[in-house]
């Protein structure tokens, strides 16, 4: 089972920044404002407390859980368009799993990706409230990047529901 200690500084950062890359490329695709940036940003805490729930007993989500309180460079997150976010969670998405391919168990790789697809759902479905359909909807820019992270996270048969003018994609 993979620890702290079996990656190196820029490794662990990706695992880290991953979640938070994603609230981003979420956010920049969508904007929702600042009451919705506030319920994705709550979406995103609960969906990770969840994530401890259920996968804290593997030690690589425990080191994860224990690290979430120490600072991340504004590099690391920083985005100015949806563009360049969705650009930065694929690419951070694309270290992190190939330092867990590199010592991760397959456990550990699925919790995390899971952990990660589940912030992100939840994020893109929290920023729906503002509209009146659905709470189980979300947009066409949020799915393409949940799509397109979910691919790089080795997750090709990822579809998010989707809300569209004439109805549901599926």
Known sequence: MATRADFSDEEWLALRVMPH?????????APSG????????????AALQLAER?????????????????????EAT?????????????????KAMRALERVATAAEREAWVNSVLDIGDAVARASRERHAESMDEISEPEAIVLRRVARVLGRDDYEPVIHTPRGYSE
Do not use: I
């Open 34 to 45: 600042w009451l919705g940036s506030r319920r994705e940003r709550k979406a995103g805490t």
């Open 78 to 94: 920083g985005a100015a368009s949806a563009d360049e976010a969705l650009a930065l969670a694929e690419t951070t998405g694309r």
């Open 54 to 74: 259920d996968f804290g007993d593997l030690p690589l989500v425990e080191a994860l859980m224990a690290a979430r309180e120490e600072p991340l460079p504004a």
């Open 21 to 29: 890359a994603m609230l981003t490329a979420l956010q920049l695709a």
